[in-house]
């Protein structure tokens, strides 16, 4: 009786294990400068397992349907979506893989990326790097751009490719603030005049964290003096001006301060609720897909500040032990095309910004993102856009995450 | 008098039967509401307005809930079946034997119980790796064991500590053979336990995430996997939906199994005895 259900199970497991994959491409090396005709035939077949945050169902749905569907039906590679709470877990995967010897045998072939983690990936050579020109549409990115070249002030050094930009902007619900701050200094006047319905994600979250670096350029009076090398000078004596100014705010905060949300999902939950009246988001068109999902009020509007708010560039990044690299570069080469940018920007999709340069694409698509709606309560990119923050070098954000849990959080 | 008592603790009984189905239920009332909600805002009491969205979502092939159930269900069995197979004879081997080292053994069959997971996953990975048992669903099912075991052997070691073998030498002494004995006399005797541990063996199994995202690669999706990226995105109505296709199975089981979660089972009496 237990040896048959043994022999049972033995069975409907091996039936469950996936299949070999065919085509191995590991050997990136060889892959840099062979002709798109041949990696898209190599690729041919096989799949691709790409790692990234699934808590949309708009961007699950443009990724499987629409970027899987393009690549089912031209290079027959099956898209293996793998969705993840935080991107930290898929850069631990191929940490771990690196500690025990998987050097073409991993399991993520790509990772949706930027910032500390691609620091932690280049830094600690996970990264596929040099091989991006080998991508047709490569020709589509400007990396003259210094704010695509860098990836929060590491520079990319073709280890990455851009996927989509994003500048941080505010919300406020029309039906509850009649006028909403609309820089930092007036952010900080306003929260006082109005106790308990301002706070902000304890940073190291990302959107916390983005929102004390704001706080952090009001009191240098710029972020001029900031860019470049971490400067431990210049640090303390901003950093001295910034925590300040966060400990005098903190009384008026949501709960007196006393307690902070940890992330942004829980931030945006006391904003829906009425708890807090401002919320904010380094992806600005999460105000649109919030609405039309009902996480927001329909009357939520988006808004930049008139002392500007911070831009980056998120990207896509292939690891190092990726056994399906072939399959990768089509799929970066897809993301990066000007028809699957171009639907990523149409604001019943997603809605976001297209990484690459525009004015390079088709005239044909050019036509269609002129025609682009953006939703309406979404802060407009053009308003954005005049008023464009740099990222500072990544050694000064955690120094400036660290310096907020010791003397603002403790 | 003896009337009275009755009553009183018919009512009792009652009452906490109420209260224990309230606050098991309760929590699951707005996860159902949220499920069909577009926006649910205090300071409303209902969503002022529905809609199937999230059930479209969760049933589409694109999300890859279904695939994802059936898959999620198949590991939980087997995770539950191998722990059966190994929890019987460890319960036995502790709940009625004693031998050198025995405090030893214990303290190790309860250390994942005690240890967090989190803290041990990460070199529970690398082992995993060098044996070759990544991104597969057997490499998964054995390190849901990891879990599981401590759960079942503490089960079983409770129910052996009341159980007397004499019952088995009686049964050979009239003839019957060791599988014989084993099927008629000593499995009817220790079933409960087996289904107490096995429920509880499940439902551990069930609620593992970082161990599956890290030893399944990501290739095994299983439910706690999807459910926990709406969850920590806010996307309440999704979190919702699936949160109800999530449950289901544990509420079919409970309800199968109920009868042997009484306090009058021997499995839940014998708990204390280890």
Request: charged letters at 15%; proline letters at 6%; one cysteine or more.
């Amino acid at each position: 009786m237990n040896k048959t259900l043994k022999w049972a199970f033995l069975a409907s497991s091996l039936s469950l294990a996936p299949l070999a994959v065919s085509a191995d491409t590991a050997d990136g090396e060889s892959l840099i400068g062979k002709s798109w005709e041949d990696i898209t035939a190599m690729a041919r077949g096989g799949e691709v397992n790409w790692f990234l945050w699934g808590g949309s169902d708009n961007i699950n749905q443009y990724v499987s349907e629409y970027i899987g569907g393009i690549l089912k039906e031209d290079y027959d590679i099956k898209l293996n979506r793998v969705g993840l709470s935080d991107t930290v877990e898929a850069v631990n995967i191929v940490l771990g893989e690196k500690e025990s010897g998987v050097m073409d045998k991993g399991s993520v072939d790509m990772i949706w990326i930027n910032g500390e983690n691609f620091r932690t990936m280049k830094q600690g050579g996970l990264a596929y790097c040099g091989y991006t020109d080998t991508l047709p549409n490569n020709k589509l990115v400007n990396w003259d751009n210094p704010a695509i070249a860098n990836d929060f002030g590491v520079p990319v050094d073709g280890c990455e490719v851009p996927w989509s930009k994003a500048q941080f902007a505010f919300a406020y619900d029309t039906a509850r603030t009649e006028t909403p701050p609309r820089s930092i200094g007036e952010l900080i006047d306003w929260a006082k005049a109005n106790p308990g319905k301002f706070t902000y994600p304890a940073p190291p979250d990302f959107n916390g964290s983005v929102f004390v670096r704001h706080v952090f350029y009001h009191a240098a009076g710029g972020v001029d003096n900031l860019l470049g090398d971490f400067d431990q000078a210049k640090f303390d004596e901003v950093a001295e001006k910034t925590w300040a100014i966060l400990n005098d705010l903190e009384p008026s905060l949501w709960r007196e301060g006393k307690t902070y949300p940890t992330s942004i999902a829980a931030m945006e939950q006391l904003y829906a609720n009425s708890e807090v009246d401002l919320t904010f988001n380094y992806e600005p068109a999460g105000v649109g897909l919030n609405i039309e999902n009902g996480v927001f009020p329909p009357t939520t509007q988006g808004y930049g500040l008139t002392d500007g708010t911070i831009g980056n560039t998120n990207y896509t990044i292939i690891p190092f032990n990726s056994p399906n690299k072939a399959a990768a570069l089509v799929l970066q080469n897809v993301l990066l095309s000007g028809e699957a940018q171009l639907q990523k920007a149409l604001p019943d999709v997603w809605g976001t910004k297209a990484a690459i340069e525009v004015s390079r694409t088709s005239d044909d698509i050019q036509a269609k993102f002129a025609a682009i709606k953006t939703h309406p309560n979404v802060a407009p990119a053009a308003e954005l856009a005049k008023a464009a923050l740099p990222e500072l070098q990544a050694s000064w954000i955690s120094a400036i995450e660290k310096g907020w849990i010791e003397n603002v959080g403790n | 008098m003896q009337r009275n008592g009755s009553l009183l603790g018919s009512s009792f009984r009652f009452l906490t039967g109420a209260l224990l189905i309230t606050w098991l239920v309760l929590p699951l009332i707005p996860l159902a509401i949220w499920s069909f909600a577009k926006g649910w805002f205090y300071p409303s009491l209902l969503p002022k307005m529905w809609s199937l969205k999230a059930w479209k979502y969760a049933f589409s092939d694109t999300s890859g809930v279904l695939d994802s159930l059936w898959l999620t269900i198949g590991i939980s069995l087997a995770a539950t079946f191998l722990s059966v197979l190994v929890g019987v004879p460890a319960g036995r081997a502790l709940g009625m034997y004693q031998f050198k080292g025995k405090s030893a053994v214990e303290l190790l069959i309860l250390a994942p119980m005690i240890v967090p997971g989190i803290a041990v996953v990460l070199g529970i990975h690398s082992v995993f790796i060098s044996m070759g048992l990544t991104n597969s669903v057997p490499g998964v099912i054995l390190v849901h064991l990891i879990p599981t075991i401590p759960y079942m052997v503490l089960v079983m070691a409770g129910i052996f500590a009341n159980y007397d073998p004499a019952f088995e030498s009686q049964a050979r002494s009239l003839g019957a053979s060791a599988p014989k004995t084993f099927w008629y006399v000593t499995l009817p005797a220790i079933m409960p336990g087996i289904i107490v541990g096995g429920l509880f063996a499940f439902l551990v199994s069930w609620s593992q995430y970082i161990l599956t995202l890290l030893i399944g690669g990501g290739r095994v999706v299983t439910l706690p996997l999807l459910l926990f990226n709406f969850a920590t995105s806010g996307r309440n109505d999704i979190t919702g939906a699936i949160g109800m296709i999530y449950i289901l199975p544990g509420i079919i089981i409970l309800i199968l199994t109920a009868k042997h979660l009484s306090g009058r089972s021997g499995a839940v009496g014998g708990f204390g005895q280890i």
